[in-house]
């Protein structure tokens, strides 16, 4: 796959509501194009920002009318639920593993007996994506922090797994999709 193809596989879905968590990651999506230093670090904030996107483009919407019902894949993943620094609730899910049955063996009870909230350093992911260039401009506080979140989640997840041999670079895993809902957020 060429950088067009990859291009084209990111951007986000147009969206018919106001600032929601798909504007704040169509933003770390640029970022991550734009500003990145780290050859190992730009496919996972690509990678986790376009997960959560492409799930969340419509899941956000809806959540906002009260009426969020999770994938089918997702309403029996384990949650994993954070707060903002506003107080805003939110949840992330990860599941829909595809690849090798080891490595999805592997991939499953990674997400079923991790508590990646707890994992995750979110003030420590911030400062890392804007030492590789990311600025957040527009974002709310709240914004930024759900940004570090799903970027940090992510990176746990594919460091557990490189941990048990498994990698989405080798093939062993080749799709995993993180689906979540702050009702609420705002930019």
């Known amino acids: 796959m060429n ?21 704040d990651l169509a933003v770390l999506i640029e970022q991550a194009h734009r500003g990145a230093t780290s050859a190992r670090r730009t496919p996972r904030i690509v990678a986790a920002a376009t997960a959560l996107t492409l799930v969340l483009g419509g899941a956000t919407a809806a ?9 089918p894949w997702a309403q029996d993943s384990p949650s994993n639920r954070y ?27 990674i997400i079923e007996t991790t508590d990646f909230v707890s994992m995750v350093d979110v003030d420590q992911v911030v400062e890392e994506l804007k030492a590789q260039g990311a600025t957040f401009d527009g974002l ?5 922090y759900n940004a570090g979140m799903a970027d ?7 460091d557990l797994l490189a941990a048990r041999g498994y990698s989405l670079d080798d093939g062993d895993i080749t799709s995993a999709q993180m689906e979540g809902q702050c009702p609420g957020l705002a930019r």
């Open 3 to 23: 950088d067009t193809e990859l291009d084209a596989l990111l951007e986000p879905p147009a969206l018919s509501q106001p600032a929601t968590l798909a504007d």
């Open 63 to 71: 959540a906002a009318n009260g009426a969020f019902d999770w994938s």
């Open 83 to 109: 707060v903002l620094p506003s107080g805003i609730e939110c949840e992330f899910r990860i599941g829909a593993v595809t690849g090798s049955p080891e490595a999805i063996a592997a991939a499953e009870d």
């Open 140 to 144: 709310s506080a709240d914004g930024v």
């Open 152 to 158: 940090g989640a992510n990176s746990v997840f594919l």
